[in-house]
């Protein structure tokens, strides 16, 4: 069975940083690609970015809102993927969810980990 | 405002037949595979329909869907009070360089 578990969400004030990690089980991590999307509370759903699998060799893709200050990353030998958010916005909270990327097909989901940016 | 364009809400009653539509452009519907996503309040989404027609194993065949130039629609037959949630078309963007959503639709059943 395909699990994904989010954690690291939380209240940071703005400008702060915060660390969402996603661990994965039930298929082979490594050959995956994996997006990262969020919901701000009472929104839609809003695509965050996305990473390859490491052999693929090709650098994360990100929305416009948060290129330059989100980095995703990955740890093939954990089976974690990760989420690092920089000079973070009120805008930004919301509800980060890690998925499993089948070419933009998002066949399985996290739980979601909550993240709020207030002061 | 969202790339895809979706009716806020629709409703039906049980039994009855409703449809959602998703509308956009030569750069995401228009040169790429819909996909469709149902989410009940406080949980993750799930994978409904994808490449515009295809349902994943244990999606009830109640739940169709198509793809006619820019636009696509989701169809749910034989309406049940379960399928009160709400419902996201995504497609890849050529333009945006990756996956766009549309706003949602809630069904109400009444």
């Known amino acids: 069975e395909v699990q994904l578990v989010e954690s690291g969400g939380g209240l940071v004030k703005p400008g702060g940083s915060l660390r969402l990690s996603c661990v994965a089980s039930?298929?082979?991590?490594?050959?995956?690609?994996l997006s990262w999307v969020r919901q701000a509370p009472g929104k839609g759903l809003e695509w965050v970015g996305r990473i390859r699998s490491t052999r693929d060799g090709v650098p994360p893709d990100y929305a416009a809102p948060v290129k330059g200050r989100f980095t995703i990353s990955r740890d093939d030998s954990k089976s974690t993927l990760f989420l690092l958010m920089d000079n973070l916005k009120t805008e930004d909270t919301a509800v980060y969810y890690c998925?499993?990327?089948?070419?933009?097909?998002?066949?399985?989901w996290g739980q979601g980990a909550l993240v709020t940016v207030s002061s | 405002q969202s790339v895809l364009t979706q009716p806020p809400s629709v409703s039906g009653t049980p039994g009855q037949w409703v449809t959602i539509s998703c509308s956009g452009s030569?750069?995401?519907?228009?040169?790429?595979?819909a996909n469709w996503y149902q989410q009940f309040p406080g949980t993750a989404p799930k994978l409904l329909i994808s490449n515009n027609n295809q349902r994943p194993s244990g999606v009830p065949d109640r739940f169709s869907g198509s793809k006619s130039g820019t636009s696509a629609s989701l169809a749910i037959s034989g309406l049940q009070s379960e399928d009160e949630a709400d419902y996201y078309c995504a497609a890849r963007d050529e333009s945006l360089h990756g996956p766009v959503f549309g706003g949602g639709t809630k069904l109400t059943v009444l």
């Open positions: 998925a499993w990327d089948d070419k933009t097909i998002f066949d399985h």
């Open positions: 030569s750069s995401n519907i228009g040169s790429n595979t």
């Open positions: 039930g298929f082979t991590f490594k050959n995956a690609w």
